[in-house]
């Protein structure tokens, strides 16, 4: 066991909490580096991101601030896309493509400046059918890719003046949830690797600490924008280095 490996997941899972992600996709690109089975890293990804966000989700649904009519569109769709997903059968290589491209893509949407939909007066109506393709789509690519996919919805949503920027917080941790566990439905219908439950164990236990901490902080006193930026900066690295090291893999 690489013990290193579990104060990481716990770094990791505070900052990513603090503006309403699970941090699948760091996960991802960090386990990469230890040449884990790749079905074992999208696994442990997605029960991570099920431990951190789940806390997450229910403060903000204890503060009012969970759209859920505006949600259930977006879940109904997500929910079987992502278990789709999840059991497409890819090669290695080809995943860890997929993962590099995307991680690049939301680490630059993270970094995009939006104004505050809010204050602006200009939060848009729910649109079933917009939210509802919206949803399927992050979350096909997201059981495939083994992450809850609020890391491509938030910037999407903030783009889009959805709402306002804690709500879609809020929204994203909720739709990183119930996909988080549509994606490991989808694995362990066709799993084929053996898992190691006592690291998955330890990891949890890190992530669910880190997790804890980063809600109630980012609920309090970080700079939403500040935040999104460094975790931009995390998965647009962590993009890049898992790209440069498969790209031209065989």
């Known amino acids: 066991m690489h013990y290193e490996l579990i104060l990481f997941f716990g770094i990791i899972s505070f ?30 990804a997605l029960v991570c991101n099920i431990v951190v966000v789940t806390g ?11 759209p859920v009519k505006k949600i259930i569109p977006m879940a109904l769709v997500s929910v079987p896309m992502a278990f789709l997903g999840a059991r497409l059968k890819i ?10 491209l995307c991680l690049i893509v939301a680490g630059i949407l993270l970094w995009v400046r939006t104004k505050n939909a809010a204050e602006d007066g200009k939060v848009k109506q729910a649109n079933y059918l917009r939210d509802g393709a919206l949803g399927g789509a992050v979350g096909f690519l997201s059981g495939m890719v083994g992450i809850g996919g609020g890391i491509f919805l938030s910037p999407i ?21 119930i996909n988080s ?3 490991i439905a989808g694995q362990l219908s ?5 898992i190691d439950s006592m690291r998955l164990g330890m990891l949890a236990v890190a992530v ?17 924008l500040a ?12 993009g890049i280095e898992v790209l440069i090291k498969h790209w031209s893999a065989s």
């Open 91 to 100: 090669s290695e290589h080809t995943f860890f493509v997929i993962l590099g």
């Open 208 to 224: 669910f600490a880190g997790g804890q901490l980063g809600s109630r902080a980012g609920a309090l006193k970080f700079s939403e």
């Open 181 to 183: 566990i549509s994606g």
């Open 56 to 66: 997450g989700t229910l403060l903000y649904w204890k503060r009012g601030e969970l």
């Open 227 to 238: 935040v999104r930026r460094v975790t931009g900066c995390l998965v647009l690295a962590a």
């Open 190 to 194: 066709s799993l084929s690797v053996s």
């Open 15 to 44: 900052i990513y909490a603090s503006v309403g992600f699970g941090g699948g996709s760091s996960y991802l690109a960090l386990l990469a580096l230890y040449a884990l089975p790749f079905q074992e890293m999208k696994l442990t």
């Open 157 to 177: 949503l903030n783009l889009m003046g959805w709402d306002s920027p804690r709500r879609i917080a809020a929204t994203a941790s909720a739709f990183i949830l």
